[in-house]
């Protein structure tokens, strides 16, 4: 009937089934797209196990060893991202859950790539370094004698720096890029990684300033006290330390454990190359979850975590 109008209470009862329809609809969505992501997720890191136990048993050739290993950096990487995208999604104990499965796994990976490629002894000899050391960084202690170990000794798909004592140590991109950076045993020093590595591996440093390019994956950090540490990668895992100002950009989230005093603002670190090197990481520029950390030694859900909290404007570091 021409000019008939619904009554406003029926208008406003068939919006709601409209809108409640569209709800379960949504989270129906979400639910699947959930789903997916836990069976791509398994499925993926049962194939990295694989891998790794391959290693392991001797069923990769010597020579080839450096050639898997790769492999399944690259997996890993892979599983990060997939991982990132559904970080907003998933409940909190499932969140744990994963970014535990993923660190476990890459230190199953460092684990085995350090006792399957044993480093290598080196000696002062007045001769040429092979060509396979060209991308080798040795940083030896004071005193060292011949045909010892070296303890900072990093071969193949790693670089850095280690026990050091007030210098200021650089890492350039084409030194580092997607390779693992081990960076340890610190004292007082300014490091610059310019570049975008696969992986930063951070232990013992004290009274230092650590700035790092975009990282492809994670950085772990272990035993490191009074510092400024700016980095961007995806997921960051900080351990028994103390007294560190973040200055970070992580698409995932930061995971704090038996730490205390732990500053955080966003990462404002720039240098030359600094947007080629973010594109090249592949890290998202518009997802930063600079401010929302994960503290496994604080389970209480009402009440914030005294072992991290943001770093005031005012004092924070102009990063050069």
């Not at 194939?47 to 790794?52: G, R, W």
């Not at 205390?260 to 990462?267: E, L, Q």
């Not at 009402?302 to 005012?314: F, G, R, T, Y």
Request: charged letters at 25%.
């Amino acid at each position: 009937m021409e000019g008939f109008k619904l009554p406003d209470r029926l208008v406003k009862k068939q919006a709601e089934r409209l809108a409640e329809k569209e709800q379960k609809k949504l989270a129906a969505a979400e639910t699947t797209g959930v789903d997916k992501f836990i069976q791509e997720f398994e499925e993926r890191q049962k194939i990295i196990q694989n891998f790794l136990k391959d290693a392991e048993n001797g069923s990769i050739d010597s020579s080839d060893l450096e050639g898997h290993f790769d492999k399944i950096s690259h997996e890993l990487t892979h599983l990060q991202t997939i991982f990132s995208h559904f970080t907003i999604a998933l409940p909190q104990f499932q969140l744990r859950k994963y970014q535990a499965a993923i660190f476990e796994l890459e230190e199953k990976l460092q684990v085995s790539r350090d006792k399957l490629i044993p480093k290598k002894k080196f000696s002062f000899k007045n001769r040429k370094p092979e060509p396979s050391t060209k991308n080798v960084k040795i940083v030896p202690k004071d005193e060292v004698d011949s045909c010892v170990s070296a303890p900072s000794l990093i071969f193949a798909n790693e670089c850095g720096f280690s026990d050091q004592q007030n210098t200021s140590p650089i890492l350039h991109g084409t030194d580092c890029f997607q390779k693992d950076v081990s960076l340890s045993n610190l004292s007082n020093c300014t490091v610059r990684v310019y570049g975008s590595p696969s992986t930063v591996h951070i232990t013992n440093i004290k009274d230092s300033t650590i700035l790092i390019g975009p990282v492809s994956t994670s950085v772990f950090l272990d035993d490191c006290s009074n510092c400024d540490i700016a980095v961007a990668c995806q997921q960051l895992r900080v351990h028994s330390s103390n007294s560190i100002n973040f200055y970070i950009h992580v698409t995932s989230r930061c995971i704090i454990e038996d730490s205390t005093n732990i500053h955080v603002a966003p990462y404002t670190w720039r240098y030359d190359s600094f947007d080629e090197d973010f594109k090249a990481s592949k890290l998202d520029p518009n997802s930063n979850n600079w401010n929302d950390l994960d503290d496994f030694n604080w389970l209480a859900k009402d009440k914030a975590s005294p072992n991290w909290m943001v770093l005031s404007e005012d004092t924070r570091k102009k990063l050069e």
